[in-house]
């Protein structure tokens, strides 16, 4: 129902009007539909153009309609490219995905009152995401986060959307800026060579974080180790989603929510980096289903 004083002008009472594209001329026309008269323009601006078209994923949502924005919430999102939607809740560790086939996926953080855009990633034909550089964000609390590959290990550091997802989440609720990825898995989901388990773009290794904030090497056991954020770093891991990591014990210390490789009898040193598997979020899948098939402009009656 278009109100009154709506953008393309004052309507008159008691009138059925429709909305036609005026591509030629580049203008939006309002048009009375008893007799075409024109009541009133509007210019077709760059902004205006894009939503001239349906959703360019429009058969992968068939229970949301091709002229619906942001599935019907756009008090909550803003699409920039109409592909998938990941909502990561900084506070639950949920994380909410409408899916498709698509190979784009967008995702946003939430408190559960408000959201905030991250970015957008693109998948590659095994479905997982190339991680390269820094990737930088701002959090629900309005403090600068983010993350960065380790230089050299682009190759190795292909990440599954939804593991994704879950680091974006964990390094949003702690604010932090320092985190480092060591690598995930090769561009086609096999674990890079002498690791066995990275699999799937879903098990990786992180620097540990030190005291200076710099995103550089420390040790378990090294006078730079931040044992405090170290701390919240693998508890935030734990609440979205990676149930096992392997760290190392020092002197009878071991990071929550770890165990310590040599006390698992795995022979590689993990004192130099933590080791993340037995990925298990809790990812809800949404669905919102109305269709419109015809879509009419009415005046207020």
Known sequence: MLEPEASL?????????????????????????????????????????????????????????????????????????????????????????????????????????????????????????????????????????GFSVKEGNESRSYISPNALASLIGAVGSLGYTDVTVIGFSLSDGSSPSPSKSHKNGNVGDLRYLRTDGVSAPTLVNGKNFDVRRNEAMTAALFKFGWKDMISERVDGYLLPYTSAASERHISSDHSNHLHIQRYNPNILETYMGINFTDIMVYGKR
């Not at 059925?16 to 591509?23: E, G, M, Q, S």
């Not at 580049?26 to 210019?43: C, D, F, H, Q, Y």
């Not at 619906?68 to 809740?89: E, H, M, Q, S």
Request: aromatic share 8%; with cysteine; glycine share 8%.
């Open 9 to 145: 002008g004052v309507l008159p009472d008691s009138i059925l009007c429709v909305i036609i594209a005026d591509l030629q001329n580049k203008m939006l026309l309002l048009v009375r539909a008893s007799n075409g008269e024109i009541i009133t323009t509007t210019p077709i601006t760059e902004d205006l153009r894009k939503w001239l078209s349906v959703d360019p994923l429009v058969d992968n949502y068939p229970d949301i309609s091709p002229y619906a924005y942001c599935a019907w919430n756009p008090l909550r999102f803003v699409d920039p490219d109409g592909k998938d939607i990941y909502t990561i809740n900084e506070e639950t560790g949920t994380i909410e995905q409408v899916r498709t086939e698509g190979n784009m996926h967008s995702y946003y953080l939430t408190n559960g009152t408000n959201t905030s855009f991250v970015g957008s990633f693109q998948q590659n034909e095994n479905g997982l995401i190339p991680l390269s550089g820094n990737v930088a964000f701002n959090n629900m609390s309005g403090e600068a986060c």
